[in-house]
Structures are given as structure tokens and as C-alpha cells.
């Protein structure tokens, strides 16, 4: 199993829509989780912090499920701005044994009009 | 605040050259990484550093890259020789605490290698 596992995607919705993006991970020890974004041809950026208790940020937001070691981030109301390569990124806890922050693979979002 | 500086922000060169990347963190950041991006992938760490000491160079293919940070402050990294397979972009990124934890982690624009 790979640390960080995120949606294949590519995901197309039309403007308006609701769309999600799943991403579990491997080590449960696992400490702090967050949503970065990706455009085009540009360097990742810190979109949002995921909680354990769920955070939103406008239409944006985040679950954290740490059972089931999963996390979630909900868009609502789509608009074409938002089409990216949405990554989750995994941090540990320093100085254990799995010590290295985690990208996944992203997932890609094309909001079509 | 300025942001992580990169350069340079394109090369182009041919396989068994030598090419070097420039970094400078965001100030006071102690950790430093490089990130490997191969199109349509998410980021592979290269190196982290911690201050001007090595945490993790686990996935570097030390046979032709290396990279240092004297003084704790600017980063190079380095190919020779590169191959084909280097394509990619190489991002820095820096944090002020080990592995962004309560923080987070700010990228450079990064450094486009093409290798023909």
C-alpha cells in the first residue's frame, strides 16, 4: 500500500457543481494533514489545514477521519478558478521512525463552463 | 516576506551534462527540502535539511545528485551526470520547524530541467 493514496481523478464538473476528493494514508501514527493546490505549470500552495474536528474555508472543506485514516475535501459551488491539481500532504511526527512528509499524487480538477 | 527564491527557472541540457540548482529559504526557516516533480506526479522528497545537517536523503540517487546547505542558509543541488529521466521540475521548499509540523511548507517557483 502506498503512504498516500488520493482519487486517480481526472475529475470534470460543470460550474456550480459539489465535488469531493478522498486520500488515505498508511501510518496511523500520522500527525498533521493539509490540502494543497496545484495550477498549472506552478509551484503547490497551502490551500487549507485539515482538522480533526472539520474545518471550512468558504466553499472549501475539510474532514479528517482518523480511524478510518482518511481525508476528505469538499468544494461546493465550483467555479472555473478551481480547476487544479488538488495534493494531500501528510506530516509525521519528528523524531519517530517515519519522519518524512508525504505528497500524494494529486488529484486533478477541470471545471468545465 | 519574501518567499523561496529559485534559480535558475529553466535548463535545458544534454544528457551527461552537469547542471545546478540554486535555493534560498524563506529567512529564518531551518528546514529545507528538495522536491523531484515528474509531470503528472506529486512530489518525491530529495533532501531535507535541518539547519546545515542532513534528516533525510533517503530517495537521492546520490550516485549523480548531491546537494549541500554550508552556513544553514542557501541550498545547491546537483546533477552529473543527468539523464534522460531527470526531466522534471525540482522544487525547494523550506519550514521553520522539522517536517512543517505546526507550520507548514512554502515552495519556491521551481527550477524546470529538461534533459534531451
Known amino acids: 500500500r502506498k503512504e498516500v493514496e ?3 481523478g481526472p475529475f470534470n464538473v460543470p460550474e456550480g457543481a459539489t465535488v469531493a ?20 505549470r506552478k509551484e503547490p500552495k497551502l490551500l487549507m489545514s485539515v482538522y480533526s474536528s ?52 494529486g488529484t486533478s480538477l477541470s471545471v468545465i463552463p | ?16 551534462q552537469s547542471v545546478a540548482f540554486w535555493c534560498n529559504p524563506i529567512s529564518g526557516h531551518a528546514t ?5 516533480q515528474i509531470l503528472g506526479q506529486g512530489p518525491k522528497l530529495l533532501i531535507q535539511f535541518q539547519n546545515n ?3 533525510d536523503d533517503s530517495q537521492l540517487p546520490k550516485d549523480r545528485f548531491s546537494a549541500e546547505r554550508l552556513k544553514g542558509v ?10 534522460l529521466e531527470d526531466s522534471a521540475v525540482y522544487l525547494c521548499a523550506s519550514s521553520p520547524a522539522p517536517g512543517g509540523v505546526g507550520n507548514t511548507i512554502y515552495f519556491g517557483e521551481g527550477s524546470w530541467l529538461t534533459v534531451v
Do not use: H
Request: proline letters at 6%; a positive charge.
Open chain 2, 74 to 83: 542557501d541550498s545547491t543541488l546537483k546533477i552529473q551526470p543527468a539523464k
Open chain 2, 32 to 36: 529545507l527540502y528538495w522536491y523531484q
Open chain 2, 1 to 16: 516576506e519574501a518567499g523561496v527564491a529559485q534559480s535558475p527557472r529553466y535548463k535545458i541540457i544534454e544528457k551527461r
Open chain 1, 54 to 105: 472539520g474545518n471550512e474555508d468558504g466553499r472549501f472543506t475539510a474532514q479528517l477521519n482518523r480511524a478510518s485514516q482518511y481525508i476528505s475535501l469538499l468544494i461546493r459551488d465550483s467555479k472555473l478558478s478551481d480547476s487544479a491539481t488538488y495534493l494531500c500532504v501528510v506530516f509525521p511526527i519528528p523524531g519517530t521512525s517515519y519522519d518524512k512528509v508525504i505528497f500524494g499524487p
Open chain 1, 6 to 8: 488520493q482519487d486517480p
Open chain 2, 53 to 55: 545537517g542532513v534528516v
Open chain 1, 21 to 40: 476528493f478522498n486520500c488515505t494514508y498508511s501510518n496511523s501514527a500520522s500527525q498533521s494533514f493539509f490540502w494543497y493546490r496545484q495550477d498549472c
